[in-house]
């Protein structure tokens, strides 16, 4: 099986654009969580899906970050206006079952706002 | 809410030799899951081990195996014959079985890590 996918692997975009990740899931897999990773913070959750609904929304840190899925093999977060606080390297994961099944990640996408 | 907690920012230890990393966490919960990942300097983030809390046992995957106190909220993991190939952040994690919105969500603690020297 493939795992999860994830693009762009690398963005590095100007403070105000829009900035759009993307991921595929797991085939099978009913739950696909977001996160983000920074120094200071370390690994947040900042979404997740339910059969493409979205269940906790609770981590997403401003109105600038939105998420949608509009089906079952696509997701993505969008931040606009990006501002440089936003770099951070952004994970995608799914996983059957949201608890006793481990997440799988993809390789995440490293976003640098300059 | 839950708080994962990994004292020792980074670890060496020579290569075939054993090296324990170690990971407390809150809860007052009685049902979760613990999880350790492993991210190598390619970023991946990689399921190592898993322990279901109701299990007494510990769980062991080749040469990985976790020594699971549930009383003390400790959760180490030791890693045997260590290889270059083991050097990477480590990152423990749980997760409620509890139900509503924080069943499935993991808490990662701050990560470790480790460097396997030739």
């Known amino acids: 099986d493939a795992g999860v996918i994830q693009s762009p692997r690398h963005e590095v975009t100007e403070m105000g654009q829009e900035v759009t990740l993307r991921c595929k899931p797991i085939?099978?897999?009913?739950?696909l969580f977001w996160y983000r990773q920074t120094m200071m913070r370390g690994l947040e959750l900042l979404i997740y899906?339910?059969?493409?609904?979205?269940?906790?929304d609770s981590g997403m840190p401003e109105d600038r970050f939105s998420a949608k899925m509009p089906n079952a093999s696509f997701s993505t977060l969008k931040i606009q206006p990006s501002e440089p606080r936003d770099s951070a390297v952004y994970f995608c994961?799914?996983?059957?079952?949201?608890?006793?099944?481990?997440?799988?990640f993809g390789d995440g996408t490293r976003l640098s706002i300059l | 809410a839950q708080t994962v907690t990994q004292s020792q920012p980074e670890m060496s230890v020579q290569e075939a030799e054993t090296v324990t990393l170690s990971c407390t966490y809150d809860t007052s919960e009685n049902n979760y899951y613990l999880f350790w990942y492993k991210q190598p300097p390619s970023r991946q983030m990689i399921l190592v081990i898993r322990q279901e809390a109701y299990k007494q046992q510990n769980a062991t995957e080749n040469r990985f195996s976790v020594n699971f106190q549930k009383a003390a909220k400790s959760f180490s993991l030791k890693i045997s014959d260590s290889q270059l190939g083991d050097t990477a952040m480590y990152f423990c994690a749980f997760t409620s079985r509890a139900g509503g919105t924080s069943y499935g969500k993991l808490t990662f603690g701050q990560g470790t890590i480790l460097t396997v020297h030739p």
């Open positions: 994961a799914s996983s059957r079952d949201r608890g006793s099944q481990p997440q799988h």
């Open positions: 085939s099978g897999h009913d739950y």
């Open positions: 899906f339910n059969n493409n609904v979205p269940i906790d």
